[in-house]
């Protein structure tokens, strides 16, 4: 009864925005005072220390959007469209990368919904998410732009329902992101270094720089507290990793990043 009573708590309190310490703080007080309730705690820890694994350590540098759109052209010129969907679920979708390497292609529902909507919307299954244990078991992501929607189309009609979008493993996709941002002179060490898990930081930026809306966000990118998203809002990280570019590089992103349009509307011409 107890347990059940401090698990409750615990996910006030992370619903709350809290910091994870509160409830170690509590249950660690609790113990003290009774070291019977040690064992006793089960799920009050499990879920603490969920919760601990949810908060991130670090912050990603988010990933500007001319980044993004640069990455996604190169990735077309190359003849790799399937890493390219990976792009634009992470930054669009704003999913994890391991939701988004694990994405079957029947995860991927296009829907055209009522007239107000004059658009075909995707909506995205999310078989794993990572907070399931602390929010809702069933989550989706859900993608608006046009481009991305009508790529992403065109690219799972003919694939098999059961195949994955990305089928060639975690690794080989880190080793092919590395190459393009080494091609476009983005770091990919140190601190200001652009890794996978920067496009869903990056997402996150660019859609707070449009936006301003908080809980939209929070809900669109399924961050169950505003304190959580506050670690992938960086408009100064996004501003600063320019100058960790030299010019030449910088326009060379520039160049590429206005051609992203073009290569993804007509890939499958």
């Known amino acids: 009864m107890l ?55 670090s912050n990603h540098t988010p990933t500007p959007l001319a980044v993004f759109q640069a990455m996604v052209t190169v990735a077309l010129h190359w003849n790799w469209p399937r890493f390219a969907a990976m792009l634009l679920l992470m930054f669009s979708g704003l999913l994890r990368v391991g939701e988004s390497l694990g994405t079957l292609v029947e995860d991927l529902s296009f829907a055209r919904p009522p007239a107000a909507v004059p658009h075909t919307l995707l909506y995205v299954r999310l078989r794993t998410p990572k907070t399931r244990m602390t929010w809702a078991r069933r989550q989706h992501a859900r993608i608006d732009e046009q481009l991305c929607v009508h790529f992403l189309q065109l690219l799972v009609a003919a694939l098999p329902s059961r195949q994955r979008l990305w089928t060639l493993g975690y690794n080989e996709f880190v080793k092919r992101h590395r190459i393009i941002l080494r091609v476009l002179g983005i770091p990919v060490e140190g601190p200001m270094a652009i890794t996978p898990a920067s496009h869903r930081a990056g997402g996150a930026t660019f859609y707070y720089q449009l936006y301003e809306d908080i809980p939209w966000l929070a809900w669109r990118g399924r961050w169950a507290t505003t304190k959580s998203l506050e670690h992938y809002i960086q408009e100064i990280a996004a501003i600063n990793l320019w100058a960790h570019v030299d010019a030449m590089a910088t326009a060379r992103i520039e160049r590429l990043a206005k051609a992203s349009e073009d290569a993804l509307r007509c890939y499958f011409s």
């Open 3 to 57: 347990d059940d009573v401090v698990a409750d708590y615990a996910q006030f309190l992370f619903r709350g925005g809290s910091p994870w310490g509160d409830s170690a703080e509590l249950i660690n007080a609790l113990v003290d005072q009774n070291p019977r309730l040690k064992r006793a705690l089960r799920k009050s820890w499990a879920l603490t220390w969920r919760w601990r694994h949810l908060t991130p350590t």
